[in-house]
């Protein structure tokens, strides 16, 4: 009877278990144990974010992004601002780069201190037609399931310059992500390099499993001479990176690869990476490290409008 309970209260603890991992990894989203914070204490700039959505082509469908305005966009109707993407990793949404990764107060601190240009901030939805899951990532490109890399960069880009006061110049359009948004932003940017100048990746990777037409390690080296002058790119990867030494090892890789072909770039390796509690892991790195990705953009933004009053 002792072996029998034995079993039955073992292979129960096993079903709960399995029970408690199910509902963290699919039903809560494999929440970070110890979060970043969303919102600054003591700021004195105030941004908000709101929801939007448009009617898609390209993936026959609505289709949301999220938006941050600069700080005091609608008390100054004449002027344009440049525009950032920020697109988000696997099992993720228009929601996570505010709602997980607490962009708002980072954006705030980059404001206050002059490090960013006031800008218009948008977080696409980047979920291909299958969704979202922890199984798989998004498929930030043209492919059997939806045309997420014509959505993003290009027909959000279209829909964005009419209805809100950007730039036009590719000079003043950056697009960036984290992990497989890492990837996304670079893979996107280089085959709409017409419409962003500036990509960047926080623990991202550089190459695909849909092929070499959607690896930027591939793509780069495709580009003509006289139109690599204009980009500007930047990657970082952990030290330490809980899924291993791949992501540490393609953004070095790439980051040679730049530097070979005379485009301008940067590359860190920070501690941490990918992981779930920790000050340099997951959401607590990209919280932390968003400091350098967008210093980097604004430091673009600034040569361009400096360069557009001359």
Known sequence: MKLRTLLITGIGMVALLAGAGYWYVFIAGAPQLDAPPTAAKDSKIKLSFELKTFNSKAMGAVRQYGLILPPGYNKNPNKRYPVIFLLHGGHDDANAWVKKIGIIPVLEDLYESGKLPHSIVITPDGNDKRGSSPLFDPQYYDGPNGKV?????????QVLKSRYRTLESPQFWAIGGLSSGGWGAVNIGLHHRNNFNTMFSQIGYFTDQSGPENSPQNLVKKIPVK??????????AGKDDLMGKEFLDSSRKFHETLNELGIDNEFHAFPGGHGLQGPDYGWNYDH?????????VGRQFKKALTQSKN
């Open 149 to 157: 890399g014509t959505l993003i960069g290009s027909e959000l880009v």
């Open 227 to 236: 139109q690599r002058k204009p980009l500007h790119i930047y990657m970082d």
């Open 288 to 296: 932390k490290h968003a400091h350098d990705s967008l210093s980097f």
